[in-house]
């Protein structure tokens, strides 16, 4: 069954840096094309980082510079680095695998705020 378990989030000031993980389940991550997305409270998803075996890593515009997308196989464990952290990165972030689009985690909450 596929499983996704997003951690990591927390309250910083600008210009901090936090590290999101999805551990997941039911799927080979090495293999994956694996997703951040957010969420600011009454907006829509915004995609902000992929990683794939193709592609490698791409991001936003937005975040492009600041946040760096990686994944430990062995471990099973997808990463977001956060850094030079922005209020509008405020957001529920969730990990979401390309082929199980239906299969979403709780998500992890960001604040930047001062």
């Known amino acids: 069954q596929v499983q996704l378990v997003e951690s990591g989030g927390g309250s910083m000031q600008p210009g901090g840096s936090l590290r999101l993980s999805c551990a997941v389940s039911?799927?080979?991550?090495?293999?994956?094309?694996m997703n951040w997305v957010r969420q600011a409270q009454g907006k829509g998803l915004e995609w902000v980082s992929s990683i794939n075996s193709i592609d490698g890593a791409i991001y936003a515009e937005s975040v492009k510079g600041r946040f760096t997308i990686s994944r430990d196989n062995a471990q099973n464990t997808l990463y977001l680095q956060m850094n030079s952290l922005k209020p509008e990165d405020t957001g529920v972030y969730y990990c979401?695998?390309?082929?199980?689009?239906?299969?979403w985690g709780q998500g992890t909450q960001v604040t930047v705020s001062s």
């Open positions: 039911g799927f080979t991550l090495s293999s994956a094309w």
């Open positions: 979401v695998n390309t082929d199980y689009t239906s299969y």
